[in-house]
């Protein structure tokens, strides 16, 4: 009989539900990159399906690039919003196959009429770093970078740039949250795919979880968080 106690207890203290290992991510909720509703669905997707594989998730909020960075280094365990764009720059970055997002609609926004004089020469094109970079489209030489949506717009609004490059969704809600008048979308970019990060020291969880992800897509549990107008947000702690 006391043996079989231990041999319960022991069971107790290694199941999932008593001492789970928990993952760090970054989470983009408050830098208006996606939306925020938008961003907590995609968290919440990916909250539920590292719990099905045992982990419990912490998320933490960085700007794009530096959370690339961090992951990167290994300082934290994972991106929750990655695009497709940016994993060639970091070597110790694994991208999970199956995207946590589909058909991110990438927008040019312009201010219509101007409200300065526009510059002579090319376009200047602005976008946030770590996101979808136009440079290869128009050249690195007519483009700004900053490291959130809300100064992407401020230099739209301020004339400093002619064109952001930003999410549809997000950018749109940037444009009324800032009340820039005129502010309009003026042409389609691209349809890109959001994925997670992990720091290469998870490179078997990444197959883990690319399957769950798809699984979640076929049984309709993926679509159903996705819809969900009105869901928790995750725990987050901000900077840590």
């Known amino acids: 009989m006391i043996v079989l106690a231990l041999l319960l207890v022991i069971s107790s203290l290694t199941s999932p539900g008593y001492a789970q290992e928990t993952l760090v991510f970054n989470s983009q909720v408050t830098n208006r990159i996606l939306g925020p509703q938008c961003v907590l669905n995609a968290d919440n997707v990916l909250k539920e399906a590292l719990e099905s594989l045992g982990y419990s998730v912490k998320f933490i909020q960085y700007p794009p690039l530096r959370s690339l960075m961090e992951v990167d280094s290994g300082h934290i365990d994972g991106e929750s919003t990655l695009f497709e764009y940016n994993a060639k720059r970091f070597p110790n970055i ?28 090319p376009a200047v094109f602005g976008y946030v770093r770590g996101l979808f970079d136009p440079s290869p489209l128009v050249g690195h030489d007519h483009v ?46 691209a349809q890109v795919d959001v994925y997670v990060a ?23 549990r993926y679509k159903t968080i996705l819809s969900n107008e009105n869901d928790s947000y995750p725990d987050r702690t901000g900077h840590p």
């Open 94 to 121: 694994v991208r999970v196959k199956e995207a946590v997002l589909e058909d991110m609609p990438i927008e040019a926004f312009m201010i219509k009429p101007p409200p300065f004089n526009p510059t002579p020469g």
């Open 144 to 189: 700004v970078e900053t490291d959130s949506g809300e100064s992407l717009f401020a230099l739209l609004a301020k004339g400093r740039i002619d064109v952001a490059v930003f999410c549809r969704d997000a950018g749109l809600s940037l444009g009324q949250h800032l009340k820039i008048e005129g502010f309009t979308v003026v042409a389609h970019i």
């Open 198 to 220: 992990l720091n290469k020291r998870h490179a078997d969880l990444a197959k883990s979880l690319s399957q769950v992800l798809l699984e979640m897509k076929h049984n309709g």
